[in-house]
């Protein structure tokens, strides 16, 4: 396995503000992504981050609204703009591909509450 | 579209009983099936993972099955203990050209009573 960390742990936004969530993994990984959750649901996929190039965003999510950079292969930053208390809800990265083993692992996340 | 449900949402039971959690996806083409368990606030730990050639996959008291045709997974816990109690998620992973995909359950939210 990998030890994933996320930063923030947890923030209390404004609306109209942006955060920045980093996560760092401590091997390099082929593949990350970017989680939602929100109160009470399952996670949904916002994007994969790629590697050098622009993320690969699901249907219902926006480079302009969540853009992510992922400059090399053990850190990405998820960064939640323009935001609304609607965007409140628990964002986590994972990763997979380490070493040829295809099970996803996920960082602890980052709870966010948009006032 | 692949649709991923679980059943029950929600289940209480006594220490010590034996459960199965259910997993039912609607589309059999999948690269294979993950399950996860979530503690309140918390991320997801990976328990068993089980490839689509694979019929059934065990971690100590946990025994997950896949029966790819039929769209459906059931993890079984051995003896359930009240620290199992935690939200189970199940996810299938698709591929296409390359890229792969995880949708996720909506999760059973298990509570075992000492």
């Known amino acids: 396995s990998a030890v994933i960390s996320q930063k923030p742990s947890r923030d209390i936004c404004q609306r109209g503000t942006s955060l920045t969530i980093q996560c760092q993994v401590d091997?390099?990984?082929?593949?990350m992504f970017w989680y939602r959750q929100q109160p009470g649901q399952s996670l949904t996929l916002i994007a994969t981050?790629?590697?050098?190039?622009?993320?690969?965003?699901e249907s219902g999510f926006v480079i302009d609204k969540f853009p992510i950079s992922r400059p090399n292969l053990t850190f990405s930053t998820l960064t939640v703009s323009n935001m609304s208390p609607e965007d409140s809800s628990i964002y986590l990265c994972s990763l997979a591909g380490l070493a040829g083993d295809e099970t996803q692992y996920f960082g602890p996340g980052t709870r966010l509450l948009v006032l | 579209k692949q649709e991923v449900t679980q059943i029950p949402a929600a289940l209480s039971v006594p220490e010590g009983e034996n459960l199965v959690l259910n997993c039912s996806f609607t589309d059999s083409a999948i690269y294979n099936l993950q399950w996860f368990r979530q503690d309140p606030g918390k991320g997801l730990t990976s328990l068993l993972l089980i490839q689509s050639s694979q019929r059934e996959q065990t971690s100590g008291r946990l025994n997950a099955s896949l029966d790819k045709s039929s769209g459906r997974s059931t993890l079984y816990i051995a003896a359930s203990q009240p620290g199992d109690s935690a939200t189970y998620l199940c996810a299938v992973t698709t591929t296409t050209s390359g890229t792969y995909k995880y949708i996720f359950g909506t999760g059973t939210r298990l509570k075992v009573l000492a």
């Open positions: 981050a790629n590697q050098g190039s622009e993320a690969t965003y």
């Open positions: 091997s390099q990984v082929t593949m």
